[in-house]
């Protein structure tokens, strides 16, 4: 079987920098995914690693480390907008599999 | 180009009623899955489909039943309705081969009485 844990909450300030921590025990691993979802919102797709290192899209990075089964995605420069839940998953061509989310509340 | 699109996007049923979901993708995505979302455990998944024709089940399958078709479409059928499927319901698609990026639909709420 297949279980992601990640933290169920987590608050920032605006303009800081946040990391969000996964970890995962898979029978096999086929990458990491994750995805923002506001509230009343689809899942959105925001990166994936499939190797090893930080993969970088503006504001946004995710890290890999498949010999320690963990991974994290790190926002910066925090704006209002960045509250939402964030959900990271593994799986690639299989159905992926989501951890249950973390609930990112940005303050002033 | 309309992406995942749902239908309906509200239904509210009571216990033993029926109702059929329909997910369309215009995106010619091979693959195809249903999850449902509930506060604090995250989506998990119903069915899901690797192509038109075939389906398979997925983490949470009972109660529910699915089609494909047409590639374009999967539908998720709800027999008879409980308490316990109260949910939101999102259909998602993705290529065959993809680096873990699915295409999720608006979602369906879905209340049973």
């Known amino acids: 079987g297949q279980s992601l844990e990640q933290p169920s909450e987590v608050t920032a300030v605006e303009g800081a920098i946040v990391q969000i921590n996964c970890t995962y025990q898979?029978?096999?691993?086929?990458?990491l995914s994750w995805y923002q979802q506001h509230d009343g919102g689809a899942p959105t797709f925001l990166s994936y690693?499939?190797?090893?290192g930080l993969e970088e899209t503006g504001r946004f990075s995710s890290f890999l480390s498949r010999s320690d089964s963990y991974g994290y995605l790190l926002l910066q420069e925090l704006q209002m907008k960045d509250s939402a839940s964030y959900f990271c998953a593994v799986g690639r061509n299989t159905p992926l599999v989501f951890g249950k989310g973390t609930r990112l509340s940005v303050i002033a | 180009n309309a992406g995942v699109t749902q239908t309906p996007k509200f239904r509210v049923l009571k216990t033993g009623q029926s109702m059929t979901l329909l997910c369309a993708q215009d995106m010619n995505h091979e693959y195809m899955y249903w999850y449902r979302q509930d506060p604090g455990m995250g989506l998990r998944l119903i069915h899901y489909s690797v192509g038109e024709g075939t389906t398979a089940k997925g983490e949470v399958p009972d109660g529910y039943n699915v089609s494909r078709l047409k590639k374009q479409n999967f539908l998720l059928g709800l027999e008879s309705a409980a308490p316990s499927q109260t949910s939101v319901y999102f259909c998602?698609?993705?290529?065959?081969?993809?680096?873990?990026?699915?295409?999720f639909g608006p979602g369906t709420r879905l209340t049973v009485t």
């Open positions: 998602a698609s993705r290529i065959e081969y993809s680096t873990g990026e699915q295409y």
């Open positions: 690693n499939g190797l090893d």
């Open positions: 898979t029978s096999g691993f086929y990458g």
